[in-house]
């Protein structure tokens, strides 16, 4: 599969479209706090928390916990 059908299989959602453009057009960074990217994306925390379960779980995205935040690379 190529890179651009790729990325249209995995950019089902218009969350998840915002959520590629949003990390793939910023700086790198080395991770991000779930609420943080709520608030940059006007996006409703519970709906984002369970999309990045969903792209974790399919490899796209790193998780990690530290302490009571839930970072993303």
Same mark, same amino acid.
């Given at each position: ?5 790729y990325l249209?299989?995995i950019a /089902? ?7 590629l453009v ?5 700086? =790198? ?12 994306? @006007?996006?409703?925390? =519970? @709906? ?8 974790? /779980?399919?490899?796209?995205?790193? =998780?990690?916990?530290?302490? @009571? ?5």
């Amino acid at each position: 599969m190529t890179t651009s059908l790729y990325l249209l299989h995995i950019a /089902k959602t218009p969350l998840r479209q915002k959520l590629l453009v949003y990390f793939f057009t910023q700086p =790198a960074e080395t991770s991000l706090y779930l609420r943080q990217i709520a608030v940059q994306l @006007n996006i409703d925390p =519970a @709906n984002l928390s369970r999309e990045f379960q969903r792209l974790v /779980k399919e490899g796209i995205f790193i =998780a990690r916990k530290q302490g @009571n935040q839930k970072y993303i690379s």
